[in-house]
């Protein structure tokens, strides 16, 4: 919770001091900078709490799929004669 406080406060102040058309370096570079990694930090986060939710989702590691290259019978014989 600590982490979407830290990333909203400096996303909000990152956009607030943004102005492209000042001389100073800190306004037209430095801000708008932050708020590109802020946002990105946001969506990054917004991700990771959503979870996939989907194929692949067990904790366990194990999808659940089957029918991969190396899964399941290859369809040959058992090689032996007699």
Same mark, same amino acid.
Not at 46 to 71: A, E, I, N, W
């Given at each position: 919770?600590?982490?979407?406080?830290?990333?909203?406060?400096?996303?909000?102040?990152?956009?607030?001091?943004?102005? @492209?058309?000042?001389?100073?370096? @800190?306004?037209?570079?430095?801000?708008?900078?932050?708020? @590109?990694?802020?946002?990105?930090?946001?969506?990054?986060?917004?991700? @990771?709490?959503?979870?996939?939710?989907?194929?692949?989702?067990?904790?366990?590691?194990?999808?659940?799929?089957?029918?991969g290259f190396f899964d399941g019978d290859s369809g040959g014989?058992?090689?032996g004669g007699d």
């Amino acid at each position: 919770m600590k982490s979407i406080v830290i990333i909203m406060a400096g996303l909000w102040i990152s956009w607030h001091y943004t102005d @492209l058309h000042s001389d100073q370096m @800190l306004f037209n570079m430095v801000a708008p900078l932050g708020v @590109l990694i802020f946002g990105a930090s946001l969506a990054v986060w917004l991700v @990771l709490k959503m979870g996939s939710g989907g194929r692949g989702s067990r904790s366990d590691g194990y999808s659940g799929d089957s029918g991969g290259f190396f899964d399941g019978d290859s369809g040959g014989g058992d090689g032996g004669g007699d």
